[in-house]
Structures are given as C-alpha cells and as structure tokens.
C-alpha cells in the first residue's frame, strides 16, 4: 500500500504540474559574426571578430540557429574583451518575423562589457519571447575602435527554451 500511495503523490504532483522546460544551449564563436556596417579594419584572428580601426566602430550581425520554430530565446552570454578605456562592446539579441501583413519583432535588452584589458568576460543575456510562428533570431554587436589594443567577440551562447506539454507515461 506504501509503495502505491507514493506512486500516486508523484503522479498527482506531476499531472499539476503544466509545462516542462526542455533548453538546447549553442556556442557560437566570434568568427561566425560578419560585418554589417562601420570599420572595413577587421579580422577573425583565434575565432573570434576583432575591429582593427583606430576610429571606427564595426557593427556585426551574428547567426543563431534555429532547431525547432517554436523554441524562443531563454538566455545567453557574451563572451567578449574590452579594451577601449571607455567605450563598451554592446550587443542585442533579436526575433523577427514577417508575413506579407505584418512585421513583429521583440529583442532582448543592451547588454555591454566594461573595461577589462586582458580577459574575456561573460555578460549574460534575458530570455525574449519569439516574435511568432517562423520568427528569425539574429545578434547585433558594436565593437568600438582600438584602444590600446583590440576589442572583440571571442563567442556567444544562446539558450533555446521550449515549453512543452507534459506527457505522463506509465
């Protein structure tokens, strides 16, 4: 009787239980990101992006990949090194879609590093919701111009979340 009843509370609390949460965490390197504006002075040297310009900023657009539609962004970190004495690597993810009668999109709030010459550091990212059925998702960096040496984006990591309905197999 012991061993049914507790068989029995798992299973009442389970079934109250409405949604788990399945995540698919990706690391991308820096390289992956290509230039969409500012400094033409960059390169993707120990796969990473690095803005080689004494005075231009360079905008990347970065991928992230999608394994199923229906997924929205958890969360991330950027990895990045700041060398500019007062200018900060600022990034955003993104999810837009477009139809032919709409255009929806939702992004997750500016995230920036802050002076540190010599080790990368992880700014982590919110979780946004997806923009609808189909929604692309994309990152949006500036990296400032050199200070005394080079800022980049060593890699980026993207949670995707999925809420699924709960399925009690016995």
Do not use: W
């Not at 230039?35 to 231009?56: L, M, P, Q």
């Not at 199923?68 to 700041?82: K, Q």
């Not at 997806?130 to 050199?146: E, F, T, V």
Request: charged fraction near 20%.
């Amino acid at each position: 009787m012991k061993f049914k009843l507790t068989h029995s509370l798992v299973a009442i609390t389970i079934i109250a239980s409405p949604l788990v949460f399945a995540d698919d965490e990706k690391i991308y390197p820096g390289a992956d990101c290509d230039r969409h504006s500012g400094s033409t002075e960059y390169d993707r040297a120990g796969g990473g992006i690095r803005n080689k310009s004494a005075s231009e900023q360079l905008v990347v657009m970065c991928p992230i990949v999608k394994d199923n539609m229906a997924m929205r962004i958890g969360g991330g970190l950027l990895n990045a090194v700041d060398r500019h004495k007062d200018k900060n690597v600022r990034c955003t993810i993104y999810s837009a879609h477009r139809t032919q009668l709409s255009n929806s999109s939702n992004q997750s709030p500016v995230v920036k590093t802050s002076k540190s010459p010599n080790y990368p550091q992880e700014v982590p990212f919110a979780a946004i919701p997806n923009s609808g059925p189909g929604a692309r998702h994309y990152m949006k960096c500036n990296i400032p111009p050199k200070g005394k040496n080079f800022s980049y984006i060593v890699s980026y990591q993207v949670n995707e979340e999925l809420e699924l309905p709960l399925v009690l197999v016995q």
